[in-house]
C-alpha cells in the first residue's frame, strides 16, 4: 500500500453478528460489496464502530482476511489498533501484517492519558516494528489524548506513518497541518458531520460511518467536491445531515447498524455490553432514518467524476 492509496472514502466497517453473538460473515461481505460498488477506495476493519473492544484477536484477524477475499485486488484493508500497552499494540501489528492487513490505523494508548512524548514513543514504537504503513488516529474529544503539530514534526521522521484521522473537530487543523506539512501526510476527516467541510479544505479522504449505511451518498459528496461542483454536493449533504448527526453519539453502533439493516445492508444486533436501541429512543432514530429514505436525492453521475479528480 503506498502512500497514494490513502485517498477517498475508506469505511470504518461495522462488525455484522448474528442472533447466537457469532460475526455474519456473510453480511460483512454483502455490506462491504455495496459499498465496493459504490465506489470507496478503502476499507477500516475492526475500528471503535466495528465493536473492536468486544472482538477477539483472532476475530479481528478473521475479519481482515475476509475483506481480503472480498475487496478487488489493490483496495487496501486497514486494521485499526487500540491497546492498553505498547508491547501488545507491537504484537498486534505483527499478526495483522502476516494476516495480509496492508496498513494500520492506531489510536493513542488506551486507558491511560500518555503525556506527548509518551504518545510519540507508542506510534513511533509500533510504526517501526512493522513495514505497514499507519494512519495516526487524532481524537481528542473522544480519547483525550491530543497529537499536536509539535508532536507530528517528530511523527515525520518515521516513514512509515503516513496518514492522520483528522478527528478534532476543528476543521482549521486541516490547514494548519498542511501548511506545516505540506503533502507529508494524507490527511483524512475522521468526523461524519464535518466531510464536505474538510474535504473543500483539501483532506485527500474520509474514514466514514454513516457510509455502512449509505454508501453511494457519501462516495458522491467526496467526489463532487473534489471536481469543483459544490452545490450538488451541498445539496446532498444538507439532506445527509441528520443521519450524519447519528455518528457522533455514545450509541454510533447501535445508530450506524439500525441504519444499515434499514437500508438492508445491515443487521441490528450488537456485542453486550452494548444493547440493541428500544422504546423512545429506537423510535426517534428510526424517524431520522426513515424520513432519510424516503427523501434519497437522485444522484448524478458522480462515479465517472472520479477519473478527473487528481489526488490533491
Not at 71 to 85: N, T
Not at 112 to 131: C, H, L, M, R
Not at 189 to 209: H, P, R, S, Y
Request: charge should be negative; include cysteine; charged fraction near 25%.
Amino acid at each position: 500500500m503506498n502512500k497514494e492509496s490513502w485517498y477517498g472514502i475508506f469505511p470504518a466497517l461495522v462488525t455484522p453478528f448474528k442472533a447466537d453473538d457469532t460475526i455474519d460473515f456473510d453480511l460483512f461481505g454483502k455490506n462491504l460489496e455495496v459499498q465496493i460498488e459504490a465506489g470507496i477506495t478503502g476499507a477500516i476493519v475492526s475500528g471503535s464502530l466495528g465493536e473492536a473492544s468486544t472482538l477477539t484477536r483472532a476475530e479481528k484477524m478473521e475479519l481482515v482476511k475476509y475483506a481480503k477475499k472480498v475487496a478487488p485486488e489493490g483496495m487496501p484493508i486497514v486494521l485499526c489498533i487500540a491497546e492498553q500497552s505498547t508491547a501488545e499494540a507491537v504484537s498486534f501489528a505483527k499478526e495483522a501484517e502476516s494476516a495480509g492487513a496492508d496498513g494500520l490505523m492506531v489510536l493513542p494508548p488506551m486507558r491511560y492519558k500518555a503525556d506527548d512524548d509518551e504518545t510519540v514513543a507508542y506510534f513511533t514504537t509500533i510504526a517501526q516494528s512493522t513495514s505497514l504503513p499507519m494512519m495516526v488516529y487524532n481524537n481528542p474529544v473522544d480519547y483525550k489524548i491530543e497529537v499536536t503539530l509539535e508532536m507530528f514534526e517528530e511523527l515525520a521522521k518515521v516513514p512509515n506513518i503516513v496518514a492522520i484521522k483528522e478527528s478534532t473537530r476543528d476543521v482549521s487543523n486541516v490547514t494548519r497541518l498542511f501548511n506545516r506539512f505540506g503533502d507529508r501526510f494524507r490527511i483524512f476527516c475522521g468526523v461524519d458531520t464535518l466531510i464536505m467541510e474538510e474535504v473543500m479544505l483539501g483532506a485527500d479522504g474520509v474514514v466514514g460511518g454513516l457510509v455502512d449505511a449509505f454508501p453511494k451518498e457519501t462516495v458522491a459528496i467526496f467526489n463532487l467536491v473534489k471536481a469543483g461542483n459544490y452545490k450538488e454536493a451541498l445539496a446532498i449533504y444538507r439532506w445527509y445531515l441528520p443521519l450524519l448527526e447519528l455518528d457522533i453519539h455514545p450509541k454510533l453502533v447501535q445508530n450506524i447498524k439500525l441504519a444499515a439493516e434499514r437500508a438492508g445492508i445491515g443487521s441490528e444486533y450488537v456485542r453486550a455490553p452494548r444493547l440493541v436501541l428500544k422504546g423512545a429512543e429506537r423510535e426517534r432514530v428510526l424517524a431520522i432514518i426513515d424520513k432519510a429514505i424516503e427523501t434519497q436525492p437522485v444522484l448524478p453521475d458522480y462515479l465517472n467524476l472520479t477519473a478527473d479528480v487528481s489526488v490533491a
